[in-house]
């Protein structure tokens, strides 16, 4: 990170308690994002990253750019075979469960943001165990727990006791929450805990900083070392995200590729997958008839947006471009994992794990308390999600495709 | 004639093709084992490691010897602890050492590997070693207590076929137990290569996974492996490097 830039923006230091590690990454994935230039990508530079055996960073870069966008489905057939001679006809399947929506930060694209006035819970104890129940009766065994990131409603303690009840029901135990110190990870995964997923939301810090206006996720340094630390923790795996939409898309999806580029090269042994979420775009809301209510919700959610952080740009992510992010990370990583968000609809997902994803969730809310009839009390929802299909309407169509649901894959030891 | 049949952990197989159950629909695990004529069929304790709908284990026909393997260890202490899961799971008592410190090529930690195995055969598995064809660990390996040794042909899903030639030929060579070639083999061409050469069996899962049609591939690799076997049982004719056979001998001048 260059001096200058760490000065003027107050997301780049460090608050206290927050444990800092020594890392070049950061540095090296800042200035590539910087330097990176889309549009200098050629049609040929295109099919010579197609033609190569291994995508280098070069081929990455071409991939990701317009140039690449005519040969999308060509790109598409080699990322398929990628994916084929890595993970076969295997697709794994999971859920997310939503444990607290308490939040401290100041996320103004999030719903959870502390400013929103929506119903805040968190589950006790007995309601995390009834809502699991229900959940692993669904014939599912692997979960994702999430958070909103509050270390006073949901301290490291709270979420370890969710992990512990978790690994009673599950085989496989993720967690997507606030970032956290090396030996609080070595403590999560000492409870049952085995994988973490940080989404840097943007690579771009000064968007960043006009995106986060307050909470320990303001500070950006400290997110982006997240999979770090949890690695040195004991963590088998670790994954990247950018909320892509946030900032100009091509580079952000440049920077979260490097990102776990460099973390595998440091950390051989660590498991790497991506998510690719993207902020709900206006263009593909409006083909979609029976969306008019949520079409409303994301035109303010983008009103709000430019209103503290500046115009988007060119910062939108149709289909087809989240399409070509998915394929480049496929051919650049072609043996790390990759999730497939709810937030994209049903036949988008059915497709695209035979293409490039290599996970699906199903049964989704985002709320807290949705999933058991027994827990009466109900939080409010993060977003809104686009397919609303339960664990055997998902393992269906994942068969339909000619694929294998794979309910596990994993053994905690 | 008299059968040629190969032992591991005391039984007999007739079958020199190891068949792989990753990465293809469980449908077709039947059919292609009865394409492959397989005896033997190789899976992940960490897929097996299931309750749920689509569990491998149910889709694995009756009557084939399980070779679960421990893929997923980073090192011996893990393949140790997936090994004893893989016996509570009631998957008998082969074991395939797999343990791999690199997400990206999965290439075995030849060392750890040597640990685990030693660890596994006082346990009382039957071993069989995923390892980097190295002449001095398969040594290490033997006095370890594997009852096979399993060298690489290519990195794992690769189906670059047989990178590793040269030491493939050294271990057949120098280590009296089966060597079973495993990982990289691509296409029947290449296992029919490995059995010319001498091996025990081949083992592929890449190669017939992702095939347009499984069991006739499977049935592909049978043939091919049968007709490898058969060559080296046969003794291959000599391959002239150099040309004809010279009409006037360099040595028909000496005296008996």
Known sequence: MNGQLQKKLGCMEYMEGMEQIDSDIMDKVLKARETYQADRYTAEDV???????????????????????????????????EKEKHFGTSVYMFTPIYI?????????????????????????????????????????????????????QSDVSYIGDACRIARKYFRMVGLEVYPMNSEEYAYLQNCGADYVTVFQETYDPERYERLHLAGHKRIFPYRFHAQERAL????????????????????????????????????????????????????????????????????????????????????????????????????????????????????????????????????????????????????DNQFEIADNRDVSQVFQAVKAQGLQPVMNDYVYV | MKQDTFSLGG???HSRFILGSGKYNVELIQA????????????????????????????????????????????????????RLSRELGCGNFVKV???????????????????????????????????????????????????????????????GLATKEFIKILIDEIDLPIIVDAGIGRPSQACEVMELGAAAVMANTA?????????????????????????????????????????????FLRD
């Not at chain 1, 669904?138 to 999430?146: K, M, R, W």
């Not at chain 2, 399980?66 to 997936?82: F, K, Y």
Request: proline fraction near 4%; charge should be neutral; glycine fraction near 8%.
């Open chain 1, 100 to 152: 607290s929506n308490y939040c401290e930060n100041y996320c103004i694209y999030c719903g959870f943001n502390c400013h929103n006035r929506i119903h805040r819970m968190k589950l006790n104890t007995e309601e995390m165990e009834k809502e699991m129940a229900a959940i692993a009766k669904t014939g599912l065994e692997e979960i994702l727990i999430l958070t909103g990131e509050s270390r006073a």
């Open chain 2, 208 to 252: 017939i996974a992702t095939a347009g049609n499984i069991p006739q591939m499977a049935s592909a690799f049978r043939k091919a492996i049968e007709a490898g076997r058969e060559a080296y049982l046969s003794g291959l004719g000599r391959v002239r490097e150099t040309g004809g056979e010279a009409s006037s001998p360099l040595t028909g």
């Open chain 2, 98 to 160: 797999e343990i791999m410190r690199d997400s990206k090529y999965l290439l075995p930690d030849n060392q750890e590997t040597v640990k685990a195995t030693e660890l596994l055969a006082k346990e009382g598995f039957a071993v069989l070693p995923y390892m980097y064809p190295d002449l001095n660990i398969a040594r290490d390996l033997v006095h370890a207590g594997a009852c096979a040794v399993m060298p690489l042909a290519a990195p794992i899903g690769s189906n670059k």
């Open chain 1, 232 to 379: 040195r923790g004991g963590m088998r795996g670790v994954a990247f995200a950018a909320l892509l939409g946030l900032s100009d898309f091509r580079r952000d999806a440049f920077a979260t590729g490097l990102h776990a580029y460099y973390i595998q090269r440091k950390y051989p042994y660590a498991e790497i997958s991506f998510s690719c979420p993207r902020l709900r775009p206006i263009v593909a809301m409006a083909d979609s008839q029976e969306d008019g209510q949520k079409k409303d919700a994301v035109s303010m959610k983008k009103k709000e947006v430019m209103s503290v952080a500046g115009p988007l740009g060119k910062t939108e992510v149709s289909e087809r471009e989240l399409m070509q992010i998915m394929c480049a990370y496929r051919l650049f990583m072609p043996y790390a994992g990759m999730t497939i968000s709810t937030r994209e609809r049903a036949k988008f997902r059915n497709h695209v794990v035979g293409v490039a994803a290599t996970k699906i969730s199903a049964g989704v809310s985002t709320g807290i308390g949705s999933h058991s009839e027994e827990v009466e009390e109900r939080g």
């Open chain 2, 11 to 13: 039984k007999k197989f």
């Open chain 2, 32 to 83: 292609a084992v009865e394409h492959a004529g397989a005896e033997m069929i190789t899976l992940a304790v960490r897929r097996a490691n299931s309750d749920g709908e689509g569990n491998i284990m149910d889709f694995i026909p009756k009557g084939v010897t399980l070779l679960p393997n421990t893929s997923g260890a980073r090192n011996a202490q893990e393949a140790v602890r997936i090994a």
């Open chain 1, 47 to 81: 099919k010579q990253a197609l033609e190569h055996e291994r995508c280098t960073i070069e081929d990455f870069a071409a991939l990701l750019s317009p140039a690449a966008a005519p040969f999308l489905e060509k790109v598409a057939w080699k990322a398929k075979e």
